[in-house]
């Protein structure tokens, strides 16, 4: 069980998520906030949820959660920090990755296996894509994640 970085998305959704990122790309820059419309991604939005980064200290903040992100987490994460919670013995991963994305202004995806404080098994996708109100720092993540078994 833990995080594990994968090289290509399995779900339709994620796929899909980030097809959508890169034709919000012009060139080489990365898409900014105010180019995605939820509209356009009303197939898959369920399984969308932004992130806003705040500096000094480095933290992740949700800023919406889609619903079957919400379901199979257990919980609407929304207003909370990544780190605030129940991550288990996984959180130091995930939010590895998140920098991650955030150093390497890049797609990251990975399967996150664990099983939360509750007793209650995650298993899913998740893809973490980069935005730049400025094309040059990173300020949110637009992200997706897919349940693969919940328990």
């Known amino acids: 069980m833990g ?3 994968s090289i290509l ?3 339709d959704e994620l796929k899909s998520l980030e097809a959508y990122w890169r034709s919000k790309m012009i060139g080489d ?3 900014v906030w105010r180019d ?7 197939n898959f939005l369920a399984h969308v949820f932004l992130i806003e980064i705040t500096q000094n200290p480095l933290r992740f903040w949700f800023r919406l959660v889609g619903r079957e992100v919400a379901q199979g987490y257990g919980e609407d994460m929304t207003g909370r920090y990544v780190d605030e919670i129940d991550l288990n013995d996984v959180q130091q991963d995930i939010l590895d990755a998140y920098k991650l994305a955030v150093r390497e202004a890049r797609p990251v995806r990975s399967v996150c296996d664990y099983v939360k404080q509750d007793g209650r ?3 899913y996708e998740r893809l973490l894509l980069p935005l730049s109100a400025d094309g040059k720092t990173i300020d ?3 992200a997706g994640a897919v349940v693969l078994k919940a328990e």
């Open 3 to 5: 995080v594990e970085e």
């Open 9 to 11: 998305s399995k779900s």
């Open 29 to 31: 820059a990365l898409p």
């Open 36 to 42: 995605i419309d939820p509209w356009e991604m009303r």
């Open 121 to 123: 098994r995650l298993y």
């Open 140 to 142: 949110m993540l637009l």
